[in-house]
């Protein structure tokens, strides 16, 4: 099973852009991909979502319009743009295979295959 590794995390200030990526250790292109963030004491939640082809992506209501998903055979990549203090979090790449057509998912149970996760720290 392909292990990930996330990289790219740190501190930035309200409006500025930071990248993160998450390095996959064999082939990532049987897999759809996704990143999540958790705040301190707040449960795990869904940032982003892309198809095993990247044709396809979904995002949160809370990042839509900033943040933008990627993947290719070796990974997959969070753009983020005019962060906030509220992207404050731990963030986490995911992914997992499917059968026929794609649907897509926000559900954290449904991604086997996840990183050790990487802090972001918005400040003002």
């Known amino acids: 099973q392909v292990q990930l590794v996330e990289s790219g995390g740190g501190e930035v200030q309200t409006g500025d852009s930071l990248n993160v990526a998450c390095a996959a250790s064999s082939s990532f292109i049987r897999y759809a991909a996704a990143w999540f963030r958790q705040a301190p004491g707040k449960e795990r939640e869904f940032v982003a979502s892309i198809s095993r082809s990247g044709s396809y992506t979904h995002y949160s209501d809370a990042v839509k319009g900033r943040f933008t998903i990627s993947k290719d055979d070796a990974g997959t990549y969070l753009q983020m743009r005019n962060v906030k203090l509220e992207d404050t979090a731990d963030y986490f790449c995911?992914?997992?295979?499917?059968?026929?057509?794609?649907?897509?998912?926000?559900?954290?149970?449904?991604?086997?295959?996840w990183g050790q996760g990487i802090q972001v720290i918005v400040s003002s």
């Open positions: 995911a992914g997992r295979t499917y059968s026929g057509g794609y649907i897509p998912s926000r559900t954290v149970s449904e991604y086997p295959v």
